[in-house]
């Protein structure tokens, strides 16, 4: 593993281990969603749909262009950001347990003297460690009425999940202790699949038309069997649950079920009391819209909250020593390639929306196109606090990033690894490099390869592997890949084998009144 140089000048260096100003060293408030786009938000061009709080914290604050997952699903980057680890070195690849007795930046702040806090969806497996308080969703959670549960057992709160989880969030604002900065973890279910929106949001957006992607009908020539062999597309994989079809009278358990669960070839719809049987194309794009409408819906309610606690903020009068982070787990697919759900290491699977408010260390209106990772997300929380960036994990901060003095030895490259394979959509597992403007991916049971050089192919549809013209690139990116691969101690440790999956947990029993 690469040993980085501790970056000097720290703002808050001179406070004291484990000391307890909270007028020196910043509160961090990290906001984080499950699945959402950055082409869902319309401070990185979104062509859907208009996000103005987002958009506010871009503002006030920076967007970085290019912070990317280092594998591509739920549990395992939540369990990176929390270890500054890589999956093959924190034993998260795919939905398994997290082991929470090995060290966290949760628990690294809290003996640093911060109030430690985590509201919302955890999924990983295990109860959370290193939180003086927190309040999770069991599993996936679900997004209305949700069910909710601490260390005191669970309980059903009454609305709307991403209502309810800033609703908390803002609570422990409110009340946390007065001595000391916070670190405040707070993770809505929303965007993620089944895309259920409140009546609010749902009524926002069901007669519009949202516009496609240039890619939605790629035909995948060119490229490995991998597109071909996957199963989360929009046209083909969508159920009727996913579609919000009403089931017939009647159905109940196990019919109910598998009525849901299918993947229509036909619908029935009604257009202004007149039934039509949609098919075919017809159906594709009305497939499309569909998940649109209440993809986008769940993401409106999100930027309306992130509103509500930007205003808290205010309210508290806390906003300007508070940090205020917001991302996404990953990335995700909007119809790009005619996919739904991440997992691939293509663009928009692979980019997390980063957008960080700090008006003691950032200029407004800054943007960033540094190459970072979620590995970088808890030596940056350490380093805010005055903290050095333990041996073995993997990032560094990007606080000199904020400053707008990216360092010269900056990374130029990063390394991405998916082991979920077969898996929920049948993804197949790949490993892959992404340099300022190539990529090649290497899918490593199939052993086929692609390239791509995103400055003049930035929709990822020319596979240039086997061009004569790119042999010499594709000899410098396979020494690339290999040279990060061994640096990182990827010894293939999950590569033929994956552990039992075991991140969706049940809540425990409730409450004692």
């Known amino acids: ?224 069997d991998a597109l071909r062999e996957q199963q989360q597309s929009v046209f083909r994989d969508l159920t009727r649950y996913d579609l919000k079809i009403k089931p017939p009278a009647g159905l109940s358990g196990g019919d109910l079920r598998q009525w849901l669960m299918a993947k229509p070839n036909e619908v029935e719809i009604e257009v202004d009391g007149v039934k039509k049987t949609l098919a075919g194309r017809e159906l594709e794009d009305w497939k499309y819209q569909r998940y649109m409408q209440d993809y986008l819906a769940c993401v409106q309610s999100v930027d309306d909250n992130m509103g509500r606690l930007l205003d808290s903020l205010d309210a508290n009068g806390i906003a300007e020593n508070t940090v205020v982070i917001y991302t996404s787990d990953q990335g995700f697919f909007l119809g790009e390639h005619g996919l739904f759900d991440k997992r691939f290491m293509y663009e928009e699977s692979l980019r997390m929306p980063f957008l960080v408010r700090w008006p003691a260390g950032i200029r407004p209106g800054s943007t960033s196109e540094a190459i970072g990772i979620n590995c970088d997300f808890a030596p940056t929380f350490l380093d805010l606090a005055g903290q050095s960036t333990p041996s073995d994990m993997q990032g560094r901060s990007f606080l000199p990033v904020w400053k707008g003095k990216t360092p010269r030895n900056w990374r130029h490259s990063m390394y991405y690894r998916y082991y979920h394979d077969p898996g929920d959509h049948n993804t197949r597992a790949h490993y892959g490099v992404r340099t300022d403007r190539h990529k090649l991916i290497y899918y490593w049971k199939k052993d086929q390869w692609e390239c791509y050089d995103l400055a003049a192919d930035p929709a990822e549809m020319h596979n240039i592997y086997d061009e004569p013209k790119a042999q010499k690139l594709v000899a410098r990116l396979k020494k690339e890949l290999y040279r990060l691969k061994k640096e990182l101690k990827d010894d293939d440790q999950f590569a033929n084998e994956q552990p039992k999956e075991s991140s969706y947990v049940p809540a425990p029993p409730p409450k004692k009144q």
Not at 28 to 40: E, G, K, R, Y
Not at 90 to 110: E, I, M, S, Y
Not at 145 to 158: C, E, F, M, Q, R
């Open 1 to 224: 593993m690469l040993t980085l140089p501790l970056l000097a000048g720290r703002p808050f260096a001179n406070v004291a281990r484990g000391g307890s100003a909270a007028t020196s060293r910043p509160n961090i408030l990290f906001v984080m969603t499950d699945d959402h786009a950055s082409q869902a938000i319309s401070c990185y061009g979104s062509k859907v749909n208009q996000t103005p709080n987002f958009d506010r914290l871009a503002k006030e604050g920076m967007r970085m262009d290019r912070v990317f997952a280092t594998n591509s699903i739920c549990t395992p980057s939540r369990a990176t950001i929390l270890t500054g680890k890589y999956s093959h070195l924190n034993g998260v690849p795919v939905f398994n347990r997290f082991d929470g007795a090995q060290p966290t930046v949760a628990k690294l702040l809290q003996q640093a003297g911060y109030y430690t806090a985590m509201v919302g969806k955890w999924h990983l497996g295990s109860d959370p460690t290193g939180f003086d308080y927190w309040n999770i969703l069991p599993g996936q959670g679900v997004y209305n009425n949700p069910t909710l549960y601490d260390k005191d057992g669970s309980a059903v709160y009454k609305g709307y999940a991403t209502d309810i989880i800033t609703d908390i969030t803002m609570d422990v604002v409110k009340n946390r202790p007065k001595d000391k900065p916070f670190f405040l973890m707070c993770h809505h279910k929303a965007p993620h699949r089944e895309w259920t929106p409140d009546e609010k949001h749902r009524k926002m957006f069901e007669n519009l038309r949202i516009p496609q992607p240039a890619t939605l009908r790629d035909d995948y020539a060119g490229r490995t």
